[in-house]
């Protein structure tokens, strides 16, 4: 039997155990009733052989490479503010990885009607490992032609896609995961945030000075400083107590505030949110049932049960105290969750403590001394200490509790549903921009995330560049990192540098720690060069807006690896600092020191559109193979491919205050950079930005 090329893209489900539902694939195919043997199968989980020339693509939020092989992942949502090359995971858990040999053809025997892929010869299969809990991937780690992925519980929901190509296996997961979340346009704009904006004052004098720099700005967010003692859906009264009327302000100046939510609620007699929580059963339970204390920022803390399916409803409904008070955005942060100490572990550390206290601190006091303080927060004892009552698992009460840690991949994932589920009922029409720290696939439909705690680092630039494509495989669209780095002392270079390669991620943040330099752009001398490259997002949000819908509603990816288009060149397969966006551009940003310029590799023939000051400098076009292309700071190189034309915006002040946010922008007369004898019509997507009106074939014009 011949088999097209349709009935080749193939969806298969197994189940391992007893799974517990994640709630990742929304519309399950049947349980396939052929045999599993893609992989070995294990005691503790799978093993396949891999080719030399076998890449192996995915596992979203993590350390390192595009390319996976040659370490030990581990899927377990993590507070990692270190995102050093030794660690094993940060703070998403997306299970997903593609296999995918240089060979595209596939080796197909029929069986029972359908394909068998025989492993070690198929050409590109994606695996989604679909399970709550621990996951370790060794890929190529303990031996180098080996993946291997192991589960502390062998139970899981297994999905094998195979495909002619990594792409093909990506379209499908994603349509068996459902669409990515869609943010409203206005968050595509520029976002300045801090920890330590500490009064609505200095949120007024942020705004004012961004704007007379002359620097657009379409929102500010509010870091955990305007709560009253951190304490959620609260409002400093004291140096926030004007905050209708700081919110009217803004909405005038078109500026968005963004109030982040915590996943720990403080425990105060009096507090509502705390009482009712309380009172109801809402909190995440010890083992003898008792509330679990945890310490977060306002010190003591419940967690809210966000696997309770009521606990999930009445915590969601809480964030309309700040949307009934103008709100149209929110971060949720610390749901891994973060946990400083637990009460029950702080006793016995200080105990402990007493008992060293008396004694002469050796080499192994001394280390035991120092390791309890520091193993405090996020200890795994911990995560075995406490308990969700998870509705998905049993529909009996009482066999339906759940230790944390085995579905620990699980609460910001829920925490965020919460909120977006709250949002479709409180406001059915309007798109509220949503964004999470910790994830696993399935959140993908209900928000965003940003890329965590990352640090004023070259090398975190360069992770950051190497993370968009795996994201995007797993559903995350909606996605960028805090610009010019959370943790460390920024430099007016490394600023720059970060801002060239933020003007072209969906979510475009500037955000630094307490205690850090100071980095809103307007306190560097570079305005110039910094105006420049801020007007160059506002004119590319045409294009960026339009390639971000379709990646939305298509189920495809808006950043791609270059092996991903070429895959039958070497050279571009082995790329990863640079990226394909859209169909028709290609980036290469500058992620090194003191560089005013970087080799590029032209998997084709491609074109130099630069960009100075938001204006085209100079075209240059590029042969296939290896160049040297000069990048002075503040020059913004963009590569179109032959035969392609991207839309840009135009501005008609070309002063210094040429558009202050998205709104300013005119996404109807634009301007069109074409490369090639014969250039292909560009699809253009543009919608009204802020209903959820999105369909490709309303709103699809092919310029
Ligand atoms: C966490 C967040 C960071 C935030 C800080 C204070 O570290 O990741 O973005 O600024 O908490 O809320």
Known sequence: MNLNKEEKL???RYCFGTPVETGAVPVKPEISRETFMEMEIMQDGFSVHMEPEEMVYGLGETVRGINKRGWLYESYCADEPEHREDKHSLYGAHNFIIMSGKNQTQETTEMSGSVQYVTGKRSTTGFFFDTPGRVIFDIGYTQSDRFTVTFEDFSLELYVIAGDSPEQVVREFRALIGRSYIPPRWAFGYGQCRWSYLSSEEVREVVKKQREAGFPMDSLYLDIDYMEQFKDFTINEKSFGDFDA?????????IHLVPIIDAGVKIEEGYDVYEEGKEQGYFCKDENGEDFVVGVWPGKCHFPDMLNENARKWFGRKYHRLLDRGIDGFWNDMNEPAIFYSEKNLKKIFKRLEELKKENLDVNTYFEMTGLVAGASNNLEDHKSFYHHYSAVSEDNAVNKIRHDKVHNLFGYYMTRAAAEAFEELCPKKRILLFSRASYIGMHRYGGIWQGDNMSWWSHLLLNIKMMPSLNMCGFLYTGADLGGFGADVTEELLIRFLSFGIFTPLMRNHSALGTRRQELYLFEKKKEIRGILKMRYRLLPYLYSEFMKAALRGTMMFRPLGFVYGE??????????????????IAPVY???????????PDRMQLLRFR??????????EKGYAYVSMPLGDICIFLREGRKIPLAVFEDAGDNFVRNTEDVDYQNLEMYGFGESVAA??????????????????????
């Open 10 to 12: 193939v969806v298969k």
């Open 246 to 254: 700081l919110v009217a302000e803004m909405k005038k100046e078109k």
């Open 569 to 586: 060149d070497d050279i571009a397969r082995e790329t990863e600092d640079q990226l394909l966006l859209g169909e028709e551009i290609m």
């Open 592 to 602: 090194e020191q003191n560089r005013t310029g970087r080799p590029v590799w032209f």
């Open 613 to 622: 000051d938001g204006e085209l400098l100079e075209k240059e076009i590029f």
């Open 682 to 703: 560009y699809e253009y997507y543009m919608d009204d930005g802020e209903t959820k009106e999105f369909s490709l074939e309303k709103n699809i014009t092919i310029l």
